[in-house]
């Protein structure tokens, strides 16, 4: 599901008032007060300052912005606030969304680029930041971690993951086809630059880095060249690699991924929506499609046997460590489960992994929280019919678990001698129609992937 709306009419921008005087944050309980410094040629930065607010606002707790649009739309416009050298002592970090490539200043850049350093001020650059302020000046470049000048053309492009076990990519899967694309060019990354992720470009005939981490005369720098189209700039996966870099420049993101004690947003960081809330896009159902349909942005369950399978960008849906969520209702002796684990089939029950039973008043004893037939809830479910509850999936190498409304309902350590079909392995996720007395709903799905 992508994170963003269209605006009608003028928007109007609310920026946090400037104090000057106030030293920026050193305690771990205050907020992160992030400077987003946006505007510039050839951007919708009215929609993404909004998109990036938000949706970082949801991922990351304690966090608050100031937001410097003063640029507008002109790529040659100089910021009243860079003209001052004490711009950066208030802030925790500035995050660039800008396109400022016509400002030709070298003591410009150089005033900015210092006041990084003596307040080692960390940063964040997003799409054309990158590529900004590249006339008359390299420092630009070195404090950004990158060279590049121009992009190929318009087209969605596919990101690989080269640094899996990095913190910052510990959410991200292993690869990712972008909705739409505008793949810069990189012809240098600089020495003390560590690249994230690349993407092969069919323009150059060769891969470009996409994204990557600097350390710049101690400065935290982190780099990412996706964002052009709204549609890109407000994906789940985009959204989630935006936080944890930015966590990771701040100092508040954990080895592990997680976000550091009190930054943890109320949406919860990493997690990624595997379905529209529209359409059955990216998924695909085996015999008696007509089982599933949506309706009133959920997912029906209504029919005969069938089963539905994630087959949608998230790496086609071939997960291996993860947790997933969604919300599930059911009606009177409805039976149903989430596979995992599992592949596509295109008749018959699903050969392949675990079931996640979801039942409350069907005759099968085993109820929802089963892992079926395998470590089984018994007789008496955790839920009501008619009530949406929340049904929590998480497999981390041979540990499984789920939750039910919070509450863990069932934990299993798959054996090391265990083999067969219906075990660990990897694979996909699959909803279940179970017979035509069984009518149940599924709403927000999201996968959040951990590395394998």
Request: charged share 25%; net charge negative; proline share 4%.
């Amino acid at each position: 599901m992508y994170y963003f709306k269209t605006l009608a009419g003028a928007l109007v921008i609310a920026t946090l008032a400037t104090i000057q005087g106030i030293s920026a944050a050193n305690s771990d309980n205050d907020p992160l007060n992030v400077l987003m410094i946006t505007g510039g040629g050839w951007h919708d930065y009215e929609v993404q300052q909004e998109i990036l607010e938000r949706g970082l606002t949801d991922r990351i707790g304690n966090i608050e912005f100031t937001i410097d649009f003063e640029s507008g739309a002109e790529s040659e416009f100089r910021l009243t606030r860079h003209e001052n050298t004490d711009w950066a002592e208030q802030y925790d970090l500035v995050l660039y969304n800008h396109c400022h490539t016509e400002v030709g200043s070298a003591d410009y850049v150089e005033r900015i680029v210092d006041a990084h350093v003596e307040n080692q001020l960390p940063a964040v650059m997003l799409h054309c930041a990158v590529h900004s302020y590249r006339e008359d000046t390299n420092r630009w470049f070195e404090f950004v971690g990158a060279r590049s000048h121009r992009h190929e053309g318009h087209q969605p492009f596919t990101v690989e993951v080269i640094e899996p076990h990095h913190s910052i990519m510990a959410n991200f899967p292993r690869t990712w086809r972008t909705p739409h694309g505008e793949l810069y060019e990189i012809v240098e990354l600089m020495q003390g630059a560590t690249p994230l992720a690349r993407a092969y470009g069919i323009d150059t005939e060769r891969y470009h880095d996409v994204a990557w981490i600097n350390k710049y005369e101690g400065v935290r720098v982190f780099s990412s060249t996706l964002g052009h189209h709204n549609e890109t700039m407000g994906h789940d996966v985009n959204l989630n690699l935006v936080a944890s870099g930015l966590l990771w420049a701040a100092g508040k993101l954990n080895d592990d991924g997680t976000a550091a004690d009190g930054f943890e947003g109320e949406r919860g960081h990493g997690w990624i929506s595997i379905w529209d809330g529209e359409s059955l896009d990216g998924w695909r159902a085996s015999e008696n499609t007509e089982s599933f349909w949506v309706e009133d942005e959920r997912i029906v369950v209504d029919g005969p046997r069938s089963h539905l399978f994630y087959e949608g960008p998230v790496v086609g849906g071939d997960f291996k460590n993860f947790e997933f969520k969604s919300q599930v209702y059911t009606y009177p002796e409805a039976n149903s489960g989430v596979f995992f684990h599992t592949r596509f089939q295109d008749h018959g029950w699903p050969q392949h992994g675990y079931e996640a039973q979801v039942n409350a008043t069907h005759g099968d004893p085993r109820k929802t929280g089963s892992l079926y037939a395998v470590n089984d809830v018994m007789d008496d479910a955790p839920h009501d019919d008619h009530e949406w509850f929340d049904y929590y999936i998480k497999v981390d190498g041979r540990d499984i678990k789920f939750k039910v409304d919070g509450e863990v309902v069932m934990t299993f350590a798959e054996p090391k001698w265990r083999e067969g079909t219906i075990s660990l392995d990897r694979g996909t996720v699959s909803l279940q129609a179970h017979d035509p007395n069984s009518r149940i709903y599924f709403r927000d799905l999201y996968i959040r992937l951990w590395p394998d």
